[in-house]
């Protein structure tokens, strides 16, 4: 039935030879760090005052001298550390910092080792210690020390929030020495990594509080009973949600009475790190479930909590133990942490709110993450991009490739909406074509355009074509083996990998190298299908050529006239692909990866034939189909005295709202029985690289013709870049040739080509973005100047604004965020001096902004005339040069 040289995938990647010898044989050793730690809180000063022993297991085969431990909370002790300059990337940090009433930090006071008292150095966030002697391979040393801490008002991870404590990264903890070395890293953006081993944590604190933390009491009251859950319950001081009640569940009345305290201790094994959170609030629900306890503390004024979160607790994890195993730890805690997101420690999940997908991404970090413990700030994908994949995956086998409920509220539902995946896909789709895409596999601090995307979004995306690419069943036993077998240990990319290979049969080396190490793009298109008839049936032939570096196997859809769709596997790799196929029904269209598994970053050419589709232009209609060139059509019309009554159609144009975008517009006026029109095209304009564009329009309208032709760059070295640049020169016609439409006398026939070259700096911080332009015009040839002055003295006040171009082209201007600014050469005096000129900024300036805009204008010839503008700026000068400053910024 079908003809032609078919690879199968398993063909395509060859069996492995080496794939079995890695893995598990090479010898692998983690050390065991056991803690004791005794904290006592002060809940009046914020302080935690402990003493913390550490059994340390040298299990490497290397001898040790020397030891270090992070102290995580230091990273707030200044107004700029290397955490706080890291998250405020992209800003003037000269200007923000952290101010001292939000600082804490964490001091060690005394350190022994094997009871001999210990010299250390501390620098940021991490302690050095010199062992007094070697600690040899398989020995044992024991650590003590006291510490104490300052606790910062809740930020991040960490801190106090009214009378809740979220107590994260709160003890001096080991750093990890693997089969790289130690890890002394200072904390930064971007996560944690812990040695495996038993915590036994005693916290003494004031009695009212109700404490979640990783691991299962074993001593004290942890507080659980004390409030009863109340579904719907009011907040406590009738506040609004969020806002914590200064007094609530019995606090110290009696200040010269010392308050009550208690002390709960909690024991946890084969974890490592240890969080807990208490709160004289917290509503606790429980259930079990397959032998372990699922906990829900919550505030009470979250409403949204009672029940909910329990039940989604739930949910996830039997999800959880299908997919990825069974959960090996006596409990999970779900804990309100009052900030918003979420953050994973082991047997604990602090969220920020009751979002299921939020749930069930913190607890599937459990297996990613608390189960097999991968360095988060060097391999943050390893543990983001699981999570967030099963989250995608969850969501997509309860709710289709929507992934959504179907009931879809006004007015949402009129318009057609992404597929789950394709959203997802755009997102790293669209980095690539602007030129900011990162490998997926970069440490979390190195990230230039935001930590956000590739690991949460591109690893998913990678873990979808790894299914793609290894079929459904192989990848489920994949997920099933890595957590089973590498289940409390230290996991790296290569671990995970090796399972992948061992499972499937195939060599993963390349794909994995493709997706993770690299920004290559995977780009395909059909340059030929054409179909003939044979003697049994049709043949298609077929030519594909790869115009990206990325390399995946191919599925083909063909559909064919009997209505059935045939799919063909093809190796991915030349460079052309020319294949025939024969089919008993004639084939109408083929496609390349109709699902996009493969990542492909321009669609429009993985069909034949291409594909179009249409709709209606009105606002809040965000379907960009990523398969189709779109055509967007809307009626217009409106009145003028000279027109009359005025009705037309615009038709907007473009692939994925991006690449080769136009407008044509027309509209007929019922009384003048004249037809205006306008027409646009806008695309990226790559022969100048990234970040580069192309504008042209031409109008006809309303007494005036005109045309400009834009080319514009922006010059940044990230999307976060405060300083960003764009240059761009362009040159412009506009003539009037009926003044009917305007102010008598405001007016004179006549015609203007303009020159121009525009520099915009784009000043931005975290909370606002401004643009600071330089402009310089100058009327070229065959400017009419010979016309009569306007007697209007230069620089006065007037309003032309409903006569400005740019009125009418408002909506592309703002769709597009460009400034368009329009001159015209308004008149001459007929002492041969200059003629005034009028230059009107587009409305985009202004912008949905609107908060700001000056624009000035000077002439270097003569005066310099300066207009201030609120609604539609316009300026003045007397003279065929221009050149204009102006400023605009708002609130991001
Ligand atoms: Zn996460």
Redesign the pocket.
Known sequence: MIAGLIISLAALVATPGAAQAQGDSVQYWQQEANYTIKASLDAENHLLSGAETILYKNNSPDTLGIFYLHLYPNAFRDKASPLIRDYLQGTWRFLVGLPKSMRGWLDVKELTIDGAAVQFTVDGTILKASLPKPLLPGATATFDLTFEEKIMPLLGRSGYSGEQYNMAQWYPKVVVYDQNGWHPDQYRMGEFYGEFGAFDVSITLPERYVVAATGTPVAGDPGWTKNTPRRGGAHPGGKRPGAAPAAAGGANDDPAKPEALKTVQFRAENVHDFAWCASPNFMVQDTLYNGYRIMSFFNPWNRAWTDTTLARGLRAMQWLETNAGPYPYPQVSIVDCMMRG?M?YPMLAMNGSADEGLVL??LA?NYFYGVLANDERTEAWL??GF??YAVFWNVEERFGPFGKPDNRSFPFSLFREQRMWDALGKSVINLHRIGYAERIATPAHEFKNGFSTMPYVGAPLFLRALRYTVGDEAFRTIIHTYVERRRFKHVDEDAFRSICEEVSGAHLDDFFKQWLHTTKQCDYAISRFKVKRATEGFVADLRIERKGELMMPLALAFRLKNGNTVIERLDGTPRTIAKSFTFDSKPVSAAINPDNEILDVYRLDNYHPRRRSIALDVPFNGYYPGDSYQYRFLPIGYYNEVDGGKAGLRLRGGYDNYYRKIILQGLYGFESKKTDYYAAYESPFGYLGKDASIFAEMFQREGRQGAALEIGKIRRTSLFDPLAKRLAFSVRYHEINDTTYVFPGTYQMGRDIVGGIRFEINPKTDVFASALSLAYDRSLWGSNFNFESSPRPCGSRRRYGSISPSSRTCDYSSATRRTTRRSRNDSVSPAGTRSRRIASSGCAALGPSRLISTTTSTSPATRTCAAITTERSRSSACSPQTSSFSFRSRFR
Do not use: L, S, T, V
Request: aromatic share 0%; charged share 45%; glycine share 12%.
């Open positions: 979420g994973e991404h913190e970090h543990d983001e999570a967030n």
